[in-house]
């Protein structure tokens, strides 16, 4: 059961343009949401994350939206960088657990073209 | 800078060895955690540890185990390796409780034949 759900494998957006990643989750208890970007041979590096209490976050070219009655979030790159190609996570966790458990989503695969 | 680190970047094993891959963090995190990333799967928790010798299991613990003697270090058992073991593991840790980013070692792709 894929409790957070990314459907789109794959992504490719020119350079300049808004990348838009989408993730939908279906635990309603899940109140903390979190991206992290996956290079090719590295681990995964957290980039940005949103609590519940809010709608939108921010941070330079990266926003995560937040919409609680669709289970809904998304991930916007404006502009997009060829160095932001990469596979994007998705990922929720609870305070039931502390926080400390995070159930991360499939991922997207993201091409930035020159 | 908090490090993660894993014993090894590629590792390969014949089916029925027992395979243990070592996991080291240096920022006297509480929580550490083994995933396993498969395409089409995205990451997928297998066991977690919130303190030393402690353990619990996550989403896919059949077929393995862990150890956790000391605070700075976690490691996952293969006890008989099996071809559907084969992936890339991820460890990473974090600190506390709270909403507090976890940080991923490099990864070990083990290929079990």
């Known amino acids: 059961d894929q409790q957070v759900k990314q459907n789109s494998p794959s992504l490719s957006v020119q350079e300049g343009r808004i990348s838009i990643l989408n993730c939908d989750y279906t635990n309603s208890m899940f109140d903390y949401f979190l991206w992290y970007k996956k290079y090719p041979a590295e681990g995964p590096t957290f980039l940005i994350s949103i609590s519940s209490i809010k709608d939108k976050n921010e941070d330079g070219r990266f926003t995560v939206f937040l919409n609680k009655s669709a289970k809904h979030l998304s991930l916007h790159i404006v502009p997009s960088q060829p160095g932001d190609s990469a596979v994007y996570f998705c990922?929720?966790?609870?305070?039931?657990?502390?926080?400390?458990?995070?159930?991360f989503g499939t991922g997207t695969k993201l091409q930035v073209i020159p | 800078d908090v490090k993660v680190t894993q014993s090894s970047r590629y590792l390969v094993k014949r089916t029925g060895e027992k395979v243990f891959l070592e996991c080291v963090q240096d920022?006297?995190?509480?929580?550490m955690f083994w995933y396993r990333q498969d395409p089409g799967l995205g990451l997928r928790l297998i066991y977690f540890?919130?303190?030393?010798?402690?353990?619990e299991k996550g989403d896919i613990p059949e077929g393995y185990s862990v150890s956790r003697e000391k605070k700075e270090r976690f490691s996952l058992i293969l006890e008989s390796a099996s071809t559907n073991q084969t992936s890339m593991y991820l460890c990473a840790s974090s600190f506390g409780t709270g909403t507090n980013e976890q940080f991923f070692g490099p990864g070990t792709r083990l290929t079990v034949l």
């Open positions: 540890s919130y303190d030393v010798k402690m353990k």
């Open positions: 920022m006297d995190h509480e929580n």
């Open positions: 990922a929720a966790s609870d305070s039931s657990g502390g926080y400390q458990k995070v159930t």
